[in-house]
């Protein structure tokens, strides 16, 4: 099937998924839509991540998208369920791939979470451990300094080696052998956040789960792009269009030859229902 992928985002974070996605599945197309100029969605209300995210998954339906992947953890924790009641196509959150990955990780079920202050309040990766093994044990802490910190560009350094250490203190006394990255943005910090971590804990992205998920869901309903042609992907920001090509060269290697500055204009009312 030739229609693309659609991922978004709060703004640059979920290219930490779409660089796994171009990795597990080279022939997909993607279209990405960052909100770069309402970016952080984690201190945001409920009621303004979803409008945000609705708005999102409005002007992915404008490109014919096969899927929609929400690569952000904030809006994944508001927005996931509802989308999957509401729309035709599979929608693909980060937080069930996150935790199912910490759960294989964990030899003692002990595990700590970090995330934006509205995914550490929404509860959703506690709840999402939960449903995998109830007798997990879980310890959740916001980290509200390591997205200001990555938006400047500071992934590694004294500040960021401080800010680190002050942000994880809280964990000091909980003693667990896996660490969620629950927030898009923290996998540019992961080797300081490692290094402040015992050596036997293992540091967990939802990025590659995700890409696995969204591989057999492709399969699953027999939509995978079939075509040899090299894929060609379109970025959009609600931001400046140069600055978020200079930020992704930076922080990763993906390919981006274009990309779009778009206005989300605030909705009265939901998007399009496919169902
Ligand atoms: N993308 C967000 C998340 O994964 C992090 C940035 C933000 O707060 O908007 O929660």
Redesign the pocket.
């Known amino acids: 099937m030739s229609r693309p992928i659609g991922v978004i985002?709060?703004?640059l974070?979920?290219l930490t998924v779409v660089a796994e996605i171009m990795r597990q599945l080279p022939k997909e197309e993607i279209v990405y839509i960052g909100?770069s100029a309402r970016?952080?969605?984690?201190?945001?209300t409920m009621e303004e991540v979803r409008t945000f995210t609705w708005e999102m998954i409005a002007r992915l339906q404008r490109e014919n998208v096969k899927m929609v992947v929400i690569?952000?953890?904030?809006?994944?924790?508001v927005v996931l369920e509802e989308a999957r009641e509401r729309l035709e196509v599979p929608v693909v959150g980060?937080i069930q791939p996150g935790a199912t990955s910490a759960i294989q990780a964990s030899a003692r079920q002990h595990i700590a979470v970090i995330?934006?202050t509205?995914?550490i309040l929404s509860n959703a990766y506690a709840i999402a451990l939960q449903e995998i093994n109830s007798d997990v044990q879980v310890e959740s802490l916001a980290c509200p300094l390591f997205?200001p910190l990555v938006?400047q560009g500071i992934f590694s350094g004294d500040e960021a080696e401080r800010v680190v250490r002050e942000s994880l203190e809280p964990l000091g006394a909980f003693d667990f052998d896996a660490l969620i990255l629950?927030?898009?943005?923290?996998p540019l910090l992961k080797e300081v956040i490692a290094s402040h971590l015992p050596r036997a804990v293992a540091v967990i992205s939802s990025g590659e789960e995700t890409a696995r998920e969204v591989s057999s869901l492709l399969f699953h309903h027999n939509i995978q792009r079939k075509s040899g042609d090299k894929p060609v992907h379109r970025f959009f920001t609600t931001g400046g269009a140069v600055h978020f090509r200079e930020l992704a060269s930076q922080w990763m290697d993906i390919t981006m030859p274009t990309v779009e500055s778009i206005q989300l204009p605030m909705l009265a009312e939901r998007p399009r229902v496919d169902k």
């Open positions: 985002d709060s703004g974070g979920g909100d970016c952080p969605y984690g201190p945001r690569a952000c953890n904030t809006a994944t924790a980060v995330g934006t509205g995914t997205v938006e629950g927030c898009t943005h923290y």
